[in-house]
């Protein structure tokens, strides 16, 4: 066993790891955040998605001393308790979530890409989701609402007392 110090959702934490601990294994069992999902244990499916330095991971196959030193974003760190990203505000209103196992695995993959580009194509979009699977919602919802973000970081309001065009 060995310690590591990670910084999980903007938090120092150390946790004792040996060499076969995955970063999935440490977030639920040793620091309690159970909205990374196990699915395929392989990184096929894309439920364990997290950040790493901004970085979408697939954490069950990404080993928990490799992140020693890193910043770890989990879907419980993209906003406050109580509160929403946009992104997941996006998935709520426009019924991107079905089940649920494995939205917060697209939540965390949209919110790198639309903080790495914040207005991506369809096809840019489609192609960052492509390592996450979802059984139940066919995608549309799941695009619409990445597009649902995007459009509303890209419009420019309008100033108080003009006319919009």
């Known amino acids: ?10 938090r120092d934490r150390s946790v004792n790891v040996d060499g076969a601990d995955t ?7 040793q620091v309690g955040l159970l909205g990374t999902k196990e699915g395929c244990v392989e990184g096929e499916c894309g ?4 950040l790493i330095d901004g970085a979408p991971v697939d954490s069950c ?8 030193g890193r910043q ?13 990203s946009p992104i997941q505000q996006a998935f709520i209103d426009g019924g991107g979530v079905q089940c649920g196992f ?22 840019e979009i489609n192609n960052a989701l492509s390592g996450n699977i979802c059984r139940c919602t ?7 609402a990445a597009l649902l973000v995007a459009a509303a970081a890209t419009s420019t309001p309008t100033p108080a007392g003009a006319v919009a065009q």
Do not use: H, K, W
């Not at 196959?61 to 992140?67: D, G």
């Not at 993959?109 to 914040?118: D, G």
């Not at 066919?138 to 619409?144: A, H, K, L, T």
């Open 23 to 29: 970063l999935l294994d440490v977030l639920r069992e």
């Open 102 to 123: 494995c939205t917060p695995g697209f939540i965390v993959t949209l919110t790198a890409l639309l903080r790495r580009n914040p207005d991506p194509s369809r096809d």
């Open 61 to 68: 196959i990404y080993a928990a001393a490799a992140a020693g």
């Open 1 to 10: 066993m060995m310690s590591v110090s990670l910084n999980i959702n903007g």
């Open 138 to 144: 066919g995608y549309s919802q799941i695009i619409e």
């Open 72 to 84: 770890v974003t989990t879907i419980e760190g993209l906003a406050r308790p109580g509160d929403y």
């Open 47 to 50: 439920a364990c998605t997290v």
